[in-house]
């Protein structure tokens, strides 16, 4: 009869603790979760950066995170940012992505802008002319037989729109299309002359390895003076700026 008492006592006892344990481990599981998944160190701003700053390595730490939270513009190497510029301000401990950075050969200068230069099919050289494309622009004086003067040279044409502002690409057949570059301000001087000086005309370089033609336009005279006063701009500026003697 004792026998019997302890074997059921011990199955009673075994059964609580079997019974225990699985609350046990069904509370640890629920409370802290099992990560098994394999986690990734990102780049984020240890600081905020500004933009239009260049990114320094003290500039940005790792966060760790699972893999599955990881963006495909989400970097993980700082060679992927160090010495880059970005196009937005970032909070110290955001994630800092690709798509807001500048390497530095895609920076301009301060006075840098981007113009279109309306182009037939003609002119742009039967559809020569392309997005990448190496170009010289030259003008033909109105009205004067002579040779073409270089206005501009190497020129790359970053895009070619068509009249919806769409990318041509390799589109052939649209009539009018509109070249974009990118130009400093005396090079747009340069251009805005020769526009009203004569008819632009271009040239494709073969590739893009070739040397730079020399430019020999020269503004005219009358371009540098006041249309109004018929004075010279430029000097009337000069004199502006000398100082007064004193004289008030």
Wanted: charged content about 25%.
């Amino acid at each position: 009869m004792n026998k019997r008492l302890v074997i059921k006592t011990a199955l009673i006892c075994t059964g609580v603790f079997v019974i225990l344990i699985s609350i046990a481990i069904f509370a640890f599981n629920t409370k802290y979760e099992l990560d098994t998944e394999k986690h990734i160190n990102v780049i984020v701003a240890s600081k905020d950066i500004l933009p239009g700053e260049i990114i320094k390595e003290t500039m940005v730490e790792y966060r760790t995170i699972k893999e599955s939270a990881v963006s495909p513009h989400m970097l993980t190497d700082p060679d992927q940012l160090i010495n880059a510029k970005t196009t937005v301000p970032v909070k110290s401990g955001d994630y800092i992505f690709s798509y807001n950075l500048l390497p530095p050969g895609s920076w301009q200068s301060s006075d840098a802008r981007t113009i279109v230069l309306p182009m037939a099919i003609d002119e742009r050289l039967a559809n020569l002319i392309k997005k990448g494309s190496v170009i010289n622009i030259k003008v033909l004086p109105a009205d004067v037989k002579t040779i073409p003067k270089l206005v501009l040279s190497h020129i790359t044409v970053s895009d070619v729109l068509d009249e919806n502002g769409l990318s041509l690409g390799d589109t052939i057949g649209s009539k009018k299309a509109y070249a974009v570059v990118t130009l400093k301000k005396e090079q747009r001087d340069r251009l805005y002359a020769a526009m009203q000086y004569g008819k632009l005309m271009y040239e494709l370089y073969c590739d893009s390895t070739q040397p730079p033609d020399v430019e020999d336009f020269v503004i005219p005279p009358e371009f540098s003076k006041n249309p109004l006063s018929g004075k010279d701009t430029m000097l009337e500026n000069q004199n502006n700026n000398k100082p007064d003697g004193g004289a008030n």
